[in-house]
T-cell receptor
Framework: DAGVTQSPTHLIKTRGQQVTLRCSPISGHKSVSWYQQVLGQGPQFIFQYYEKEERGRGNFPDRFSARQFPNYSSELNVNALLLGDSALYLC????????????FGPGTRLTVL | QKEVEQNSGPLSVPEGAIASLNCTYSDRGSQSFFWYRQYSGKSPELIMSIYSNGDKEDGRFTAQLNKASQYVSLLIRDSQPSDSATYLCAVIEDTDKLIFGTGTRLQVFP
């Protein structure tokens, strides 16, 4: 079985632009979470989606939004990019049987210039 | 919001030694605890979970939980240079979000 996949791997944007990051969970998993990891810090929770519904939102501005599709894949959108949005964006796949156990994808490295 | 504290390190140990990584958490009601390993430039990899007081062993790894002291630790026996990474401690909040510490960087030297 394939693990969690994320695309793109790397991305370079300029301030003010918009970006869309994509994630496909492990087959059979219906829930995904998004995290932001700034260099030297632990990951910070952004969103969680289950069955296309938002179940949780972290302390991030409204420039951050996400959605989940019928096939359980997910997109994270960030508008009006700031330099401080430069980070590794991680998607975690969550099993319905063990909702507290999260498996991370390889991440998308976003650089904002 | 719950807080998780870790010493950022680096923790340097010789090959073959026991590495001891520590973590404290703020919410006495926390029930689920996790250790992730993160190599430089890579994503976190789940290596241990623990839910009950005491020790849980998996190969060279032992997780220890003391809820009264709000303390979680990870022991790595027979440390290898390939164990050199950042180790992230995490707790669950509201059943759906992980709260991470800043991680402890472990260096195992030959």
């Amino acid at each position: 079985d394939a693990g969690v996949t994320q695309s793109p791997t790397h991305l370079i944007k300029t301030r003010g632009q918009q970006v869309t990051l994509r994630c496909s969970p492990i087959s059979g998993h219906k829930s995904v979470s998004w995290y932001q990891q700034v260099l030297g810090q632990g990951p910070q929770f952004i969103f969680q989606y289950y069955e296309k519904e938002e179940r949780g939102r972290g302390n991030f501005p409204d420039r951050f939004s996400a959605r989940q599709f019928p096939n359980y894949s997910s997109e994270l959108n960030v508008n009006a990019l700031l330099l401080g949005d430069s980070a590794l964006y991680l998607c975690a796949s969550i099993s319905a049987q063990r909702i507290d156990t999260q498996y991370f994808g390889p991440g998308t490295r976003l650089t904002v210039l | 919001q719950k807080e998780v504290e870790q010493n950022s390190g680096p923790l340097s140990v010789p090959e073959g030694a026991i590495a001891s990584l520590n973590c404290t958490y703020s919410d006495r009601g926390s029930q689920s605890f996790f250790w992730y390993r993160q190599y430089s430039g890579k994503s976190p990899e789940l290596i241990m979970s623990i839910y009950s007081n005491g020790d849980k062993e998996d190969g060279r790894f032992t997780a220890q939980l003391n809820k009264a002291s709000q303390y979680v630790s990870l022991l790595i026996r027979d440390s290898q240079p390939s164990d050199s990474a950042t180790y992230l401690c995490a707790v669950i909040e509201d059943t759906d979000k992980l709260i991470f510490g800043t991680g402890t960087r472990l260096q195992v030297f030959p």
